[in-house]
């Protein structure tokens, strides 16, 4: 009886096969990995867009005057007497202000889920986002404790991968001497060069560099994305001012001059001293790279406040500088250096 031939596959044919199917994966993975990247910067940077058309919005319907990046909740002004003088009720953040029924929505429901913010998230960042500096319990990262307690929650977007130019838009400081500011702060209306002043970018993904002591406590707890960067600095200071309102190393109302290159960590990690507060902005797409100086080469999207966005890495914001002529929203704000 003659024997059947079997056919198949030898193991050198298997292994040349596996062989080849590994080097294809080999060379496809790293274009499908840049691939989703590059998606996720662009869906990033389309968020950013909505977001200053909600500014937009905004600004027609309150006297083309901007929104101020944070309050407290409750705040009251009474001649020169600002309260509360802490956020025992939490903030009142600048995206409840894009979409009015989300401040309208007092009982708080609203910023409990993160169901309706999904234009304040960006898919580069774990979860889409920082978590508020108060929020409620199923929202906080591993070691984030809130600010305010436990049944405090902010009304901010549950999580927020963006923050706004504290030059553009103020912080919670509108009466001199309150919590020591030697200046106040004042609300903006029409800006010149709007084509090249920022108005938003992306914040860092570690919510830890974004608290309370800058970056430079690796065991801090509360995050503070309710806060907005700049691109100045105090001259004279002892460290960065976060704000500029505080008394300088002097005790006198501090001047400031724009950031430059020299202002800025290459690499921003948990652990080091802050430079200026833009160490805060996040350096999230691309491969990760460091150039001849030692920075970090990734790159970041970068609201303007004509509405267009850009997607650079962050020194090229400082050449030419795009964080404002002037530091807008503090008055007065003629206390600039000229060199």
Known sequence: MRKQKVLGFTLVEL???IGIIAVLIGILLPALSSARESA???KCAANLRTIGQGISIYLAENKQTYPPAYIYEGMQLNGNVQTPDAAVNGYVH???????NKDRSRNGQAFTSTEGWSAFQCPTIDKGGLPPTNTYSGNLDAGQANDNGANVIDKQSPRMAY???EAIMPRNKFVVGFQGSMRRYQFVRQIKNSAGTILATEFNQDWRIVADAGRSNPGETVCKSHRPVHGFIDIG????DLSLVAPDSFGSRPTYRKCTINDLSGTVQVGGALKSRLDWVGRNHGRKRTDAQGFDTRKTNFLFCDGHVETKNIKETLQPFQWGE???SLSPNVDMATN
């Not at 600048?94 to 009015?100: C, E, F, T």
């Not at 200071?237 to 960065?240: D, E, F, I, L, N």
């Open 15 to 17: 292994l040349v096969v």
């Open 40 to 42: 996720n910067a662009m």
């Open 94 to 100: 600048w995206s409840s202000y894009i979409y009015g």
């Open 163 to 165: 923050t706004v130019n």
């Open 237 to 240: 200071g002892s460290q960065p």
């Open 326 to 328: 002037r530091f807008y």
